[in-house]
């Protein structure tokens, strides 16, 4: 791909030096910059590039996609709509003249209006000068601790979809999808697609929450279709409500056996090889949050063009509400103009149906209580530091929890356990600090730049 | 196809496959926690870090990002490699 962007040959028998060396960063000019290559950031950086601003993308996968547009190894579907769907929103951004940085993790603000990245392939360092940022950072999966969560042959939903597009082979594998949002039907429809078999789904929304959110979706036909094409794909597996994991048991080999799962009024196990859960999705605020922009709850604040508090800097997707593909790519959309000084009125309509699909999100998939005492006193709550759910019990906040358990201390940051502490306990993790992820020594020691303009 | 080797034993998988999906479809964990547990991929998307593992003699690679390349060693990071 000729606007891919590649710094020279990989040396990939000095990759254990890089550890310790001082790589020589890189600098990177442009009139805006897009973090992220999801739908929300291609949909921004094709807009910005033909209005003709100098468009430089940063994304940490190795090909654009994001996680709904994720590149993957073939199915045994023949025909795969959202990869044509991706390459021709991929095509149509080179085409427009953007340049794409793969692999690479924005890592810190080193000063104002610059952004630092790191490339864990070869070690190279990336500063990256902007006019004007549009973050498109996209969400992660919320995850929450019951017993036997951390056993191989656990996943969260969409992790196990990431990784079977990434060549895990399922094929013939018994699986249990489990957790809430309208992520699991996806997800079980295309497990189904790499020949695995889903013997149930296990969604913790009620029956009468579902009905609802299905009867306000008559209004949006395309929704609705998309979620009977997926329901259709998985007919012969039994869709239960108000259902959620107990715990996941594994056998005398140490491998995944069955997992337990409750209704409320009684508990029982499913017997299976892999349990994938996932309960709905946490927006990736960090890097908004380390750039100032306020947000408001668990979301990025922005204006009517998508700009957050800080002039200048345009947010876009998942970050601002979790509302979905159609959403991300107006609000991608919306930013891209913005950030090339053009008006945005005519795409208002339908921004504001994606915050309203959002708010009908929010309200369907709400934990119920039941799922805050899942994990017993002996489960892992914070998987880097293994810290347990018992020490964390008698803590008043999150920061607290911190300081005495080392609980969100470890590489992840606290991206996995703090979500699950603010669902758990009501603790608030209001802080952000850079580098917002785990860097090697050496890349932030680097100084010394050659300067490439875009 | 691509040929590397997990944990001693020679594999090969399609172009594409990221090391985390080759290393679940060989059986092996991707690391040891720091009380002992074995762990594998849970998020599939580079926020976790569950996946970590030692790819071509560097621990603590991030290996549901990393594509699996020709001549690549990776073995299952042990207790020793703990923060």
């Keep these: 791909m000729s606007g891919t962007f590649n710094p020279g040959p990989l040396h990939s028998e000095s990759q254990a030096l890089n550890m310790f060396m001082k790589p020589q960063p890189i600098t990177q000019i442009a009139d805006v910059v897009v973090v992220g290559a999801g739908p929300a950031g291609i949909a921004a950086a094709t807009t910005a590039a033909r209005c003709g601003r100098s468009v430089l993308v940063i994304d940490d996968n190795p090909a654009p996609g994001g996680q709904i547009w994720r590149q993957g190894v073939p199915s045994l579907r023949k025909f795969d709509a959202e990869g044509v769907t991706r390459d021709r929103a991929v095509e149509r951004m080179l085409a427009a003249g953007v340049r794409v940085a793969s692999g690479c993790r924005v890592i810190d603000t080193p000063e104002r209006a610059t952004l630092r990245a790191y490339r864990e392939e070869d070690g190279a360092v990336l500063h990256v000068l902007y006019g004007r940022l549009i973050l498109a950072t996209g969400a992660r999966e919320r995850f929450l601790p019951f017993p036997g969560w951390t056993l191989p042959g656990v996943f969260g939903a969409g992790g196990l979809q990431a990784l079977v597009k990434g060549g895990y082979d399922v094929a013939g594998k018994r699986i249990v999808v489990a957790g809430t949002g309208p992520l699991l039907l996806a997800v079980a429809a295309h497990l189904r697609d790499y020949g695995a078999k889903v013997v149930t789904i296990a969604e913790q929304a009620s029956a009468a929450k579902l009905a609802l959110f299905s009867a306000a979706m008559l209004g949006n036909p395309a929704k609705l279709m998309q979620g009977a094409g997926y329901r259709g794909r998985v007919i012969g597996t039994p869709y239960l409500t108000g259902t959620w994991p107990a715990g996941a048991i594994a056998g005398d080999n140490g491998l995944l056996r069955a997992v337990k799962l409750n209704n409320g009024k009684r508990v029982w196990e499913e017997p299976c090889d892999i349990l994938a859960c996932g309960f709905h999705l946490v927006a990736n605020t960090e890097l908004p949050a380390l750039l100032g922009c306020e947000l408001s709850g668990d979301f990025v604040k922005v204006d009517a063009s998508q700009q957050t508090s800080q002039k200048g800097i345009y947010c876009a997707g998942e970050p601002t509400g979790i509302a979905g593909l159609d959403a991300a790519l107006v609000q991608g959309e919306i930013a891209g103009l913005a950030a090339a000084g053009q008006p945005t009125k005519h795409l208002e309509k339908r921004a504001a149906a994606g915050r309203k699909f959002a708010a009908g999100l929010a309200r369907t998939f709400a934990l119920r209580p039941e799922l805050r005492t899942m994990a017993a006193p002996d489960t892992v709550f914070c998987r880097c530091e293994d810290v347990q759910t018992a020490s964390l019990a008698g803590h008043h906040s999150w920061t607290e929890a911190k300081l005495q358990t080392r609980c969100g201390m470890g590489p992840c940051q606290g991206r996995i356990c703090g979500p699950a502490a603010e669902a758990v306990f009501g603790w608030k993790n209001a802080s952000v600090r850079q580098p917002i992820f785990p860097t090697p020594v050496g890349a932030l020691c680097s100084n010394d730049s050659i300067e490439e303009t875009v | ?83």
């Design chain 2, 1 to 83: 196809m691509v040929k590397l080797t997990i944990n001693g034993a020679a594999v090969e998988v399609p172009v594409g496959t990221r090391v985390a999906s080759a290393m679940l479809s060989a059986n092996a964990v991707c690391r040891t926690s720091i009380s002992g547990e074995p762990r594998t991929a849970l998020c599939g998307m580079g926020i976790c870090m569950e996946c970590r593992a030692v790819v071509n003699g560097v621990p603590q690679s991030k290996t549901c990002q990393l594509a699996c390349l020709p001549g690549m060693t990776v073995e299952t990071q042990g207790p020793e490699v703990q923060r």
